[in-house]
């Protein structure tokens, strides 16, 4: 009996992080009442995470046969949350093992390498290895080698990711006291290099006075919450109201319905964020305090909202900029044989707006437009790519939405398909 205690305590992904901030917190000899209420919170985060996730799925099914039945277009909106929650049902117990590791081998590298980067997203690091159990798991990697390669390459891309961005980092803060730890780094770099080349940094996005009537874009659960109800709305009237009453909603008007479907996944999202941040800020002190004390001059490398106020107006233009080129590549796609990518706002709000940063930082306004633009075209065209190395496993309708994940995922996906 106690076999299956153990089996199922180690197995369950919320319990095993929990179990991990437990000891971190422990080890920092707290107070029995502190160690407690983080391990509990902890766990409630991951069971609020999975929640919420659970709502998109079901708005996601909503908006995807919506949108086939309008375009007769099979259309795949990334989102992280979703395919996650997929892969947690098939590999929960590998994500948690390979997250726990990755974290520890970030420790290592960054203690015995000069790149000092200690990642703090912890979202990412469990979408990262959520990512990496179901490819290692494709190519037929399973048990301790699928822990073990997986943990190594959560633990690397901890590390190099900020330290690839931290030259534009410090143009964006002038300072060299924290990283960008998230995994849209590949866009974020390529928007400074743009904005590097063809950018102009006399004109700043800063000095241009934006409308207060998109004042609302900076919450991003109003900006959800509208956008996704103006795309749900747009579907729903193509796709006709008959369709609609008679094969989703029960009878309930179309128009009802698009509006609620919109506003539900908005819930979603919220919820998602509600127990994400539950989760971080209980895991995160008892991860960075191990970290202080095993790694001198470690920077913490912090999500990337943490440059949103270095340039509020290029945040804005970033993510229209970006949000824009997914839209117009949403047609452009069937042309060219690939999955039509319908732009998700979530990932398009925060890489975007974090890519218009980066680019104004190199380029000025000019940077910004181009960087978010760059930023849509590979969170458009990189999960298409990953949606074959994902589709064997039946993630056909969802993917990953941010560049890092998609370029990991094509990368090994592809290498590791050399040796099955």
């Avoid at 180690?10 to 319990?15: T, V």
């Avoid at 709502?55 to 949350?81: H, R, S, W, Y």
């Avoid at 534009?168 to 390529?190: C, E, M, N, Q």
């Avoid at 895991?283 to 913490?300: H, M, N, R």
Wanted: proline content about 5%; hydrophobic content about 55%; charged content about 10%.
């Amino acid at each position: 009996m106690t076999k299956w205690i153990m089996q199922d305590v180690l197995g369950n992904p919320s319990i095993l992080v929990g179990i991990f901030a437990l000891i971190g917190l422990a080890l920092q000899k707290k107070g029995f009442v502190q160690i407690m209420t983080g391990t509990l919170k902890t766990i409630m985060g991951f069971v609020i995470l999975g929640a919420g996730a659970q709502v998109i799925i079901g708005t996601l099914d909503v908006f995807g046969n919506m949108f086939q039945a309008a375009f007769q277009l099979k259309g795949v909106v990334p989102n992280n949350e979703a395919i996650v929650a997929v892969a947690q049902k098939m590999f929960g117990k590998e994500t948690a093992w390979i997250m726990v590791f990755g974290m520890l081998v970030n420790l290592l590298v960054a203690r015995i390498t000069p790149f000092k980067y200690v990642f703090l997203t912890g979202h990412h690091t469990f979408y990262m290895a959520a990512m990496l159990s179901a490819i290692l798991s494709a190519a037929n990697v399973t048990g301790a080698p699928m822990v073990v390669i997986g943990s190594l390459l959560l633990g690397l891309a901890m590390v190099l990711f900020p330290a690839l961005l931290q030259p534009y980092v410090r143009k964006i803060t002038g300072s060299d006291d924290f990283a960008v730890g998230h995994f849209g780094s590949l866009g974020y770099f390529t928007a400074g290099t743009i904005g590097k080349w063809f950018g102009d940094r006399k004109v700043s996005t800063e000095d241009l006075k934006v409308p207060k009537s998109l004042g609302f874009l900076r919450d991003s659960s109003v900006a959800v919450s509208l956008t996704m109800t103006v795309l749900f709305l747009l579907v729903a009237i193509v796709a006709g109201p008959s369709y609609v009453e008679r094969s989703l909603s029960g009878g309930t008007n179309f128009v009802v319905y698009a509006i609620i479907q919109g506003i539900t996944f908005a819930a979603g999202v919220y919820i998602i964020l509600a127990g994400v941040r539950m989760l971080i800020s209980e895991i995160v002190p008892a991860f960075k305090g191990i970290a202080d004390k095993v790694i001198p001059e470690a920077k913490p490398a912090l999500d990337c909202p943490t440059v949103f106020p270095y340039a509020p107006n290029a945040v804005i233009i970033g993510f229209l900029s970006s949000f824009g080129t997914g839209l117009a590549l949403m047609f452009v796609m069937p042309w060219l044989g690939l999955a039509v990518i319908i732009p998700g706002l979530v990932p398009h709000f925060f890489t975007g707006a974090t890519a218009g940063v980066f680019g104004n930082a190199t380029g000025g306004l000019r940077g910004a437009l181009l960087g978010g633009m760059a930023n849509g075209l590979l969170i458009s065209f990189l999960p298409a790519l990953l949606l074959p190395v994902l589709g064997s496993l039946g993630f056909e309708a969802t993917t990953f939405g941010d560049s890092d994940f998609a370029f990991v995922g094509i990368i090994l996906g592809n290498i590791l398909q050399l040796f099955k």
